[in-house]
């Protein structure tokens, strides 16, 4: 029996729930789904800059797992930006970690 997932920190839900195409490609209307948590995962290490390391602990996950939350997020968008599919953000396993609701955790930064 597989051991139970370890809940993920995202620090809030996302603004915006998809990214749709200006155009549809000729095969038609596809969609790929990116989890809340690969979301955060590329907002830690690609928007704020964010060593593996510490992008990992405000996750509260390993860095070998952290590592591999980004590159199956970044897969996930450049296939949707690739082949013009629509980017869906939605589910995964996450909570908001108990000091992120209006108390501030040493080395927490920024937001949505």
């Given at each position: 029996m597989p051991r139970p997932r370890k809940l993920r920190y995202v620090q809030g839900?996302?603004?915006?729930?998809?990214f749709?195409?200006?155009?549809?490609?000729?095969?038609?209307?596809?969609?790929v789904f990116l989890p809340t948590e690969g979301l955060e995962a590329i907002r830690l290490c690609d928007l704020q800059g964010m060593d593996h390391e510490s992008a990992a602990n405000m996750m509260n996950v390993s860095r070998q797992t952290f590592g591999r939350i980004l590159a199956e997020a970044r897969t996930v968008i450049a296939d949707a930006?690739?082949?013009?599919?629509?980017?869906?953000?939605?589910?995964?396993?996450?909570?908001?970690?108990?000091?992120?609701?209006?108390?501030?955790?040493?080395?927490?930064?920024?937001?949505?």
């Open positions: 839900r996302p603004i915006v729930g998809a749709v195409p200006e155009r549809m490609p000729p095969w038609g209307r596809e969609e930006l690739v082949t013009g599919k629509v980017l869906r953000i939605e589910g995964g396993h996450f909570e908001m970690p108990p000091w992120g609701r209006g108390r501030h955790r040493r080395g927490w930064r920024g937001g949505f």
